[in-house]
């Protein structure tokens, strides 16, 4: 089933992940902001359409009212949930407890106060303290009014392939970092060809790698840092690098650098700070800024005792498997001294900023698919699915995707896609 996932962003954020995944868990599909952009400011008559449209509504409701679209009186939060009672939908809904609230709250409360009121007089609500007792109170509530959804596939699933020795690394470092109790930033360099899926590596290294390091924890926070536009000095490319990790932070540009150390110390969850640079502009105006970068957290100060803030810097290379004889020589040049680069940053590894160049990632291979069939199995077996039938089928579509002679790789981003109908067609 589509439930309805409605709340407040930039102060529920993290909550929001651990219903999504309470949802998940219970195999169905939640809908809601995320499909616009990560932002207050969504599209109210896409928010309305879904609202009505989704099987169930999932109301988390802490002490802010939300953004108030132009020319309406109430919330966006709250006009989807009109939207869907009006609709006829089923609704769930869980407010935070007031005792103990750290988050945001509105100066003036008398609005919100007024519409928890109304839930608590129409609905059986539960109250939540974190996002880990939100996800609790989440699942049995879910399970109890929409039941269990048919046994589908993690989205993440079909990128499990070929990423063995790279999460061995980020895994064995982690764990020597929380031996040696150090409590500073750690600076991973995720290197490899523009289509090997750098951003789900950094998926499954938020959803399956660092849960178990950090069992109990809530779920990592993940803030995506873009890098600047090539034009103006060096200094004014460092400030709005500086100022994204404000916003993605704070939801101010302009917030003091205590504010964001503070916000970033606050967090009970593993912090992962993501920027992701393409091959393809380098030159020696992005190696100063790439240097400054990692300077910038070198000078970060300590953290709380057992927090984990990995600083992921992605470094695509060009891919040069379309491009002309002259393009691609050029690029492979970029690439090599791109290679250099990394290598020189790796060597500036220190107490103060620990870094790790990962093995780069590259394509995949039939014996790797195998191997991750096995997985596949596993998680058939654990999940209600005959484990015997779906890895013959899916080793079957593995075959013909590779072809006979099975020898060459092919890219994450092509491969993923046909693994993933794969998975769906071995159910049908």
């Known amino acids: 089933m589509k439930l309805y ?13 651990a219903a999504r995944d309470a949802i998940e868990c219970l195999r169905h599909q939640p809908i809601g902001m995320e499909k616009y952009v990560a932002t207050n400011r969504r599209p109210l008559d896409l928010c309305e359409q879904d609202a009505r449209e989704s099987d169930g509504y999932i109301g988390i409701f802490a002490w802010r009212v939300g953004y108030k679209p132009d020319g309406k009186h109430q919330a966006i939060t709250e006009l989807e949930y009109r939207a869907a009672k009006g609709a006829g939908k089923r609704c769930l809904i869980f407010l935070a407890e007031e005792d ?18 109304h839930f608590e007089r129409e609905y059986t609500v539960s109250y939540f303290s974190s996002p880990d007792s939100l996800a609790r109170k ?9 039941g269990k959804g048919p046994p589908r596939f993690p989205s993440i699933l079909p990128y499990m392939t070929n990423r063995g020795l790279q999460l061995q690394a980020t895994e064995r470092h982690l764990r020597e970092h929380q031996q040696r109790r150090q409590n500073r930033a750690s600076f991973l360099l995720v ?7 750098h951003d789900r590596f950094v998926d499954r290294l938020r959803l399956v790698t660092l849960p178990r390091i950090a069992p109990g924890q809530a779920t990592p926070k993940r803030y995506d840092v873009k890098w600047p536009d090539k034009g103006g000095t060096l200094t004014d ?15 101010d540009s302009t917030s003091h650098e205590d504010l964001l150390r503070d916000t970033v110390a606050g967090q009970g969850s593993p912090v992962l700070v993501e920027t992701t640079f393409y091959g393809g502009s380098f030159d020696a105006g992005e190696q100063a800024l790439i240097e400054r970068w990692s300077d910038y957290w070198r000078r970060w100060p300590d953290l709380p005792a057992g927090q ?5 810097f992605n470094v695509c290379y060009e891919d040069c498997s379309s491009l002309g004889w ?6 492979r040049r970029r690439t090599k001294e791109l290679r250099g680069l990394i290598k020189q940053i790796a060597d500036t590894t220190s107490e103060r900023l620990p870094v790790v160049p990962l093995p780069e990632l590259g394509q995949v291979l039939s014996e790797h698919v195998n191997h991750w069939i096995r997985d596949v199995e596993e998680y058939c ?11 013959d089928k899916v080793r079957n579509y593995a075959k013909a995707i590779f072809g006979k002679d099975n020898k060459d790789g092919i890219p994450m981003e092509k491969l993923a896609p046909k693994l993933h109908e794969a998975l769906v067609r071995s159910t049908s």
């Open 138 to 146: 989440v699942s049995p509530a879910v399970a109890l009014e929409f």
């Open 381 to 391: 077996a654990e999940n209600g699915l005959d484990p015997i039938s779906v890895g």
């Open 237 to 251: 490319r460092f400030v709005s690098l500086r100022d994204d990790l404000a916003r993605e932070i704070t939801g």
């Open 5 to 17: 996932v409605s709340s407040t962003f930039r102060d529920l954020e993290a909550h929001r992940l």
């Open 326 to 331: 002259l393009k691609a020589r050029r690029a």
């Open 191 to 197: 290197h490899g060809n523009e289509r090997e899926a």
């Open 100 to 117: 103990g609230w750290l988050g945001e709250k509105d100066s003036d409360l008398s609005e919100i106060r007024a519409l928890r009121e």
């Open 308 to 312: 984990i803030l990995l600083v992921l």
